[in-house]
């Protein structure tokens, strides 16, 4: 995780940390379930009900697009009706919580203040 920090690029918008944060190696336990598709396609993209802030493109497809997802749908109080869903969301934020402050620290050192404004929302909403 550290090296991934250190290594990476200037991520000026929320999205793009969202998008960094769900590909780390902490959450190599978590799985794409073929049940679990259609609840976080429905959570993705859904003409009839409230969706995530930042939709991804197409369907879901691998296990960073459904961390993804679910921290989206959990940060914006989106409910998650599936059990096992809310079983990793609840995984990703013990882990989100480490990541974050992890995150924080790495963005203080190199000075990307609009990245390191973003990685303060992110860890204050207690991911």
């Known amino acids: ?3 991934r920090f250190v290594s990476m690029t200037s991520m000026d918008s929320l999205k793009e940390l969202l998008s960094f944060v769900s590909g780390c190696k902490e959450f190599d336990d978590l799985v794409l379930r073929v049940t679990e598709k259609r609840s976080l396609n429905t959570l993705n993209a859904d ?3 409230e969706t995530i802030r930042f939709p991804l493109t197409g369907k879901i497809k691998s296990t960073e697009m459904k961390i993804n997802c679910l921290i989206q749908a959990t940060l914006g109080c989106l409910p ?3 059990m096992s869903l809310s079983q990793d969301a609840q995984k990703i934020f013990r882990n989100g919580v480490r990541i974050t402050r992890c995150l924080v620290d790495c963005l203080m050192i190199s000075g990307s203040f609009s990245s390191l404004s973003n990685a303060l929302l992110l860890a ?3 991911l």
């Open 124 to 126: 204050l909403k207690h």
């Open 80 to 82: 998650i009706l599936e």
């Open 47 to 49: 003409k009839h009900r």
């Open 1 to 3: 995780m550290m090296r």
